[in-house]
C-alpha cells in the first residue's frame, strides 16, 4: 500500500515525483502478477491439455468481450481529451476489423470447443468475481478506474502471454493462424500498457489520489491472479468450487 504517512501528508495538494509514483504503481503491479501464477507455470511447461486451455478459452471469453464496454463506460467519466483518444482507440482496436474476440475464437475452435460451447459457458465463482470487480471498478471515479483496468489487468497481459505463446508452438503444436490472439496481445498491450500508465499519472493530482491509484492497482492483480486460480483449481486440480 502507499504509505499512508505520505497519503496523508499536510499537504495534500502536493505530489511525489513522476518516477516515485511509477516506482509505487509498478510494486503493486508486480506485487502478485499472475505470469506467476500456478495455471500459467503448467501452460509454459507443458502440463496442460487441449481440453484445459479449451476450458482457459471458454472463461477468458467471459471476461475479455466485456472489455470494451468496460473502456467505454471509463469513456463517459474521463475527464481528459487525450485519455478519452486512447480509450476510444482501444474500443475502435477491439471491435473494429477482425474482432479481437473472433481471434480468442479461433483458438478455441483449434482447441476443440464451438462457438456456441464457449458463448454459453457458466462462469465459474472466480471468474464471476473478476468481472463483477470490472463492471464496479469502471463505474468509479476515472483516475481509480483508469488505474484498475488499465494498468492492473491490461498491463499484465504482455507478461502473461510471452511465456504462454513459446509453449503453445513446442509443447502444444498450434499453427501460427490458431494461436494469433496471443501475438497480437503482446504487441498491442504493451503499447496500451504504457499509456495507461501516463494516463494515471496525469490524472492522480494529488498524494490521496496517487494512494487510491496505488490500492486498485494491487486489488486489479489479487482478482486476476485469483481468476487463473479459480481456472486451475477447477479443471485441473478438479476442485469442487
Not at 494529488?206 to 487510491?212: D, I, K, N, P, S
Amino acid at each position: 500500500m502507499l504509505h499512508r504517512d505520505v497519503a496523508n501528508a499536510q499537504d495534500r495538494g502536493s505530489l511525489m515525483s513522476n518516477r516515485a509514483f511509477r516506482s509505487q504503481l509498478q510494486q503493486a503491479f508486480v506485487s502478485r502478477h499472475s505470469r506467476l501464477n500456478p495455471f500459467t507455470d503448467r501452460w509454459v511447461h507443458g502440463q496442460l491439455t487441449r481440453e484445459h486451455l479449451g476450458a482457459w478459452v471458454a472463461q477468458h471469453y467471459q471476461y475479455v468481450s466485456q472489455f470494451s464496454r468496460w473502456c467505454a463506460t471509463m469513456y463517459g467519466g474521463c475527464p481528459d481529451a487525450d485519455a478519452r483518444d486512447f480509450l476510444l482507440e482501444n474500443i475502435v482496436e477491439e471491435e473494429s476489423g477482425v474482432k479481437h474476440v473472433e481471434l480468442l475464437m479461433r483458438f478455441a475452435e483449434a482447441c476443440g470447443l464451438s462457438r456456441d460451447e464457449v458463448e454459453s459457458t457458466r462462469q465459474i465463482p472466480s471468474t464471476r468475481a473478476l468481472t463483477a470487480w470490472c463492471h464496479e471498478t469502471a463505474r468509479r471515479p476515472f483516475h481509480i478506474a483508469a488505474a484498475g483496468l488499465l494498468v492492473g489487468l491490461e498491463s499484465q497481459v504482455p507478461g502473461i502471454y510471452t511465456r504462454n505463446l513459446p509453449a503453445l508452438r513446442t509443447h502444444y503444436g498450434f499453427a501460427e493462424y490458431e494461436i494469433e490472439y496471443f501475438t497480437v496481445h503482446i504487441e498491442a498491450d504493451t503499447v496500451h500498457g504504457e499509456r495507461g500508465y501516463q494516463v494515471v499519472e496525469r490524472q492522480c493530482t494529488t498524494l490521496a489520489m496517487a494512494a487510491e491509484a496505488v490500492d486498485v492497482v494491487r486489488e486489479a492483480t489479487d482478482m486476476r491472479w485469483h481468476y487463473m486460480s479459480g481456472i486451475h483449481r477447477a479443471y485441473v486440480l478438479k476442485e469442487e468450487l
